[in-house]
């Protein structure tokens, strides 16, 4: 396939086939207790949201920024509220009724495939087939050793990470009951080594935090390593994370049409939706 029909299929996506969809993840980090974390939850999807994320970590990343789309952590990491994500997913089943839900990402390296997958099903028929699952190899070494894991090395959680994606896959084809839909894989990260080979053969939504140029030679190279797999990149549907409606316009036109953003709450006043509002006021008059 050469370039311009590359460059075609990205549009075609945008343009023909996929809804713009707005993600959000809120962090229970900082919350003052569970129950304001859910009234969060339920005001996301009283908002529209499409998608509403948590995350899979023991305690809170702290971030110094991002470089070549890889979290950058600051030199403290201090402990602070925060809840188990797969646990509090089943909760989401019961209180939302027409977001999907998930973790942005699932640790693979410290969850046991088989039950993960089991894990995934189940919530999947809490929410009436709602959930996604957000996959990737682990990067946080504070959630490993504090809980007893061994964090090892890039290769071996990576190595791992290959072998517990067709672990994930072949168990969930073998549950009775099966899944209520075919769960949608979500896999995150964007290095060209180990992580876009493993959306190009399993993921069904890739999110990623590059910046524009960088998206556009990433994107390219899944589709290209889709082909090789036997798959069209086309149906991978690409999500990238909000930096204004100033840039939005290049990421739809290089193929992206998922947005999300983070809300974290701040001790005093809580969560603030105001970006959110911004962003799903800017989807519907796309719609």
């Known amino acids: 396939m050469t370039s311009a029909q590359l460059n075609i299929q990205h549009i075609e996506r945008t343009t023909m086939t996929r809804p713009i969809r707005i993600g959000v993840q809120i962090g229970p980090d900082d919350a003052p207790d569970y ?3 859910r009234t969060a939850i339920r005001h996301a999807e009283d908002l529209g949201t499409d998608l509403i ?3 899979d970590h023991f305690h809170k990343p ?15 990491q201090p402990d602070v509220t925060n809840f188990e994500g797969w646990t509090a997913l089943a909760s989401w089943g019961e209180i939302t009724h027409r977001a999907e839900i998930g973790l942005l990402v699932t640790g693979i390296g410290y969850r046991n495939p088989d039950l993960l997958a089991d894990m995934a099903r189940t919530v999947d028929h809490i929410s009436g087939g709602r959930l996604i699952l957000g996959l990737g190899a682990g990067w946080y070494e504070k959630d490993y050793t504090t809980y007893g894991y061994d964090f090892g090395t890039w290769k071996s959680r990576f190595d791992l ?9 072949n168990r969930l084809a073998k549950l009775i009951p099966p899944p209520v839909r075919k769960i949608p894989i979500l896999l995150g990260g964007s290095g060209a080594k180990r992580t876009l080979p493993a959306v190009a053969r399993h993921a069904d939504i890739w999110h990623n935090f590059l910046d524009i ?4 030679k990433a994107s390219k190279l899944v589709d290209e390593l889709a082909e090789q797999a036997g798959r069209s990149g086309g149906d991978i549907e690409r999500s990238v994370s909000w930096r204004g409606a100033d840039s939005v316009d290049a990421y739809l036109e290089a193929g992206a049409t998922t947005f999300t953003t983070e809300i974290h709450p701040d001790p005093v006043s809580g969560f603030d939706f105001t970006i959110l509002e911004e962003m799903l006021a800017w989807r519907d008059r796309q719609r």
Not at 65 to 71: L, S
């Open 53 to 55: 994320f948590g995350y």
């Open 62 to 76: 702290t971030l110094g920024g991002f470089e070549d789309g890889q979290p950058v952590l600051a030199e403290v």
């Open 35 to 37: 129950a304001s974390w």
């Open 161 to 169: 990470f290959d072998e517990n994606l067709q672990r994930i896959e």
């Open 213 to 216: 140029e960088e998206f556009k």
